[in-house]
């Protein structure tokens, strides 16, 4: 082969490593742009827990029984539980196409009692607890505030506990 082209080879395969080079870098500093994104959306949050179980059933009349002696309303938000899933789902999935046949966690302070699968709520996903169910009386951005709410549920359930994690609190769509 003459000098020449040995050189033109060598140098399309020079550029065509640097090229993927540049690609991955791109690449990478896109997702640390996505994940400091996601990052600067998670807030802490304390949530005020009054049951945990994979019955709805049972779950749904403790919520009514709570809301009853609290007088804070209970409010699934459109959500209902599908037996087949094992799962609390949207009610109208043509309303959240996007989201059929998946949970939409509650994420925002109200003054509201729901039914939630637990799994958002947890930093441990683990198999098991995927189709366990959590009763929320209350999500707070401040641990105060939280702690008023847990005296008043546990009048109505002793076994209330406030659990601290992070909430993602930004655009789900």
Excluded: W
């Amino acid at each position: 082969m003459e000098d020449g082209k040995i050189k033109n080879i060598v140098l399309v395969f020079f550029l065509f490593f640097l090229s993927l080079n540049f690609f991955a870098q791109k690449k990478d500093s896109t997702s640390q742009a996505i994940d400091e994104s996601i990052e600067a959306a998670m807030l802490t949050r304390y949530i005020v827990i009054a049951g945990a179980s994979s019955d709805f059933n049972s779950l749904d009349l403790s919520a009514k029984e709570i809301s009853k002696k609290s007088e804070i309303p209970y409010d699934n938000n459109e959500m209902i539980y599908d037996k087949e899933l094992g799962m609390i789902v949207p009610k109208d999935t043509a309303k959240y196409d996007m989201d059929a046949g998946q949970s939409i966690p509650r994420r925002y302070e109200e003054n509201l009692i729901s039914i939630e699968m637990m799994y958002h709520y947890t930093s441990n996903h683990a198999f098991g607890d995927m189709k366990k169910m959590i009763i929320i009386t209350g999500i707070f951005g401040n641990k105060q505030d939280a702690e008023k709410q847990l005296k008043l549920i546990q009048k109505a359930v002793p076994s209330t506990y406030i659990k601290k994690t992070r909430l993602y609190m930004g655009c789900m769509h």
